[in-house]
């Protein structure tokens, strides 16, 4: 990227970082209806796991469902640079509904680590910035490709304390470290791992889908608490809510987790479908035929 172009992003970053957010959400869901009808590759994507996960739905319903999918998506991305520029006050002020913060409470008295999944739902920045002010947060991050991007988001996921670590060995042993200290890791439970064999084959409704089991490797350490956290969009902020995950992520079998985080996700989705990323390619490097749903 020449200077030129590094002046032009930050510029936009800048101007989207100032714009009130329900402006910004209006020009999402312009944005995304503008995608859903021009991309073809999310249309399809969206669809096709729609039509595989709720086989018993019409036509129309999983077109609107993609549709408002595609359109939070924008949301989330046209959003990030407004999050990632406020102080910890102003993110408290935006959750304007919260439940389920007992249970952290509780971990908190109890003295216990905490690992929160929080799936491709709803606006998941905004659950990270606000779990750093309850906890010292840490979160595994792959590097982007434009350094100024780079620095731009790096710098507003640590604004209010998070501490981001490499998508890597180094990166896994820092979490467990986090979680000896008797901190907080946020694990986002539905990437498909890197590759067919370093996940487990569980089904996501029904589907085989491949599995990391990260969440649940980390979770058998000593002391340590998994909570759903989801951040869904409504009006006026968020709605923020914490819930337990289903029993069966603890299990030492990797198969009977694997079922477990993906159970925990489906909850999560419940709340509001429309606020799933459904043009996020679950189904694909499966140790299985097809390796993937998404051939043309």
Same mark, same amino acid.
């Given at each position: 990227?020449?200077?030129?172009?590094?002046?032009?992003?930050? +510029?936009?970053?800048?101007?989207?970082?100032?714009?009130?957010?329900?402006?910004?959400?209006?020009?999402?869901?312009?944005? +995304?209806?503008?995608?859903?009808?021009?991309?073809? @590759?999310?249309?399809?994507?969206?669809?096709?796991?729609?039509?595989?996960?709720?086989?018993?739905?019409?036509?129309?319903? @999983?077109?609107?469902?993609?549709?408002? &999918?595609?359109?939070? $998506?924008?949301?989330?991305?046209? $959003?990030?640079?407004?999050?990632?520029?406020?102080?910890?006050?102003?993110?408290?002020?935006?959750?304007?509904?919260?439940? +389920?913060?007992?249970?952290?409470?509780?971990?908190?008295?109890? @003295?216990? &680590?905490?690992?929160?999944?929080?799936?491709?739902?709803?606006?998941?920045? *905004?659950?990270?910035?606000?779990?750093?002010?309850? *906890?010292?947060?840490?979160?595994? #991050?792959?590097?982007?490709?434009?350094?100024?991007? $780079?620095?731009?988001?790096?710098?507003?996921?640590?604004?209010?304390?998070?501490?981001?670590?490499?998508?890597?060995?180094?990166?896994?042993?820092?979490?467990?470290? %986090?979680? =000896? $200290?008797?901190?907080?890791?946020?694990?986002?439970?539905?990437?498909?791992?890197?590759?067919?064999?370093?996940?487990?084959?569980?089904?996501?409704?029904?589907? !085989?889908?491949?599995?990391?089991?990260?969440?649940?490797?980390?979770?058998?350490?000593?002391?340590?608490?998994?909570?759903?956290?989801?951040?869904? @969009?409504?009006?006026?902020? #968020? %709605?923020?809510?914490?819930?337990?995950?289903?029993?069966?992520?603890?299990?030492? =079998?990797?198969?009977?987790? %694997?079922?477990?985080?993906?159970?925990?996700?489906?909850?999560?989705?419940?709340?509001?479908?429309?606020?799933?990323?459904?043009?996020?390619?679950?189904?694909?490097?499966?140790? *299985?035929? !097809?390796? &993937?749903?998404?051939?043309?």
């Amino acid at each position: 990227m020449n200077v030129s172009d590094s002046r032009l992003l930050l +510029g936009l970053l800048s101007v989207l970082a100032h714009t009130p957010l329900m402006l910004l959400r209006t020009l999402g869901r312009g944005l +995304g209806l503008l995608l859903f009808g021009v991309s073809f @590759r999310r249309r399809r994507v969206c669809l096709r796991n729609l039509s595989v996960c709720f086989p018993k739905k019409n036509r129309f319903w @999983r077109w609107w469902i993609a549709c408002r &999918s595609v359109m939070h $998506e924008a949301c989330t991305f046209l $959003e990030m640079p407004y999050l990632w520029r406020r102080s910890l006050e102003q993110i408290n002020a935006r959750v304007v509904k919260k439940s +389920g913060m007992g249970l952290l409470e509780t971990c908190l008295l109890r @003295r216990e &680590s905490v690992i929160f999944v929080t799936p491709h739902f709803g606006s998941w920045e *905004m659950g990270g910035l606000y779990l750093s002010g309850q *906890m010292k947060l840490y979160s595994m #991050y792959r590097p982007l490709k434009s350094s100024v991007f $780079e620095k731009f988001v790096k710098r507003g996921r640590q604004q209010v304390g998070a501490t981001l670590v490499p998508a890597d060995l180094a990166g896994i042993r820092e979490l467990m470290k %986090a979680l =000896d $200290e008797g901190h907080a890791v946020g694990v986002l439970p539905d990437h498909v791992p890197r590759s067919k064999a370093d996940g487990v084959l569980a089904p996501f409704f029904g589907v !085989p889908a491949n599995t990391s089991v990260l969440v649940s490797w980390l979770a058998r350490r000593k002391n340590v608490t998994v909570l759903l956290a989801l951040s869904r @969009r409504c009006w006026g902020g #968020y %709605a923020f809510s914490l819930s337990e995950v289903d029993p069966r992520v603890y299990s030492e =079998d990797r198969e009977e987790a %694997a079922i477990g985080i993906n159970a925990t996700v489906e909850k999560g989705i419940a709340c509001s479908l429309a606020q799933y990323w459904w043009s996020y390619p679950r189904f694909r490097k499966r140790p *299985m035929e !097809p390796e &993937s749903l998404y051939s043309p």
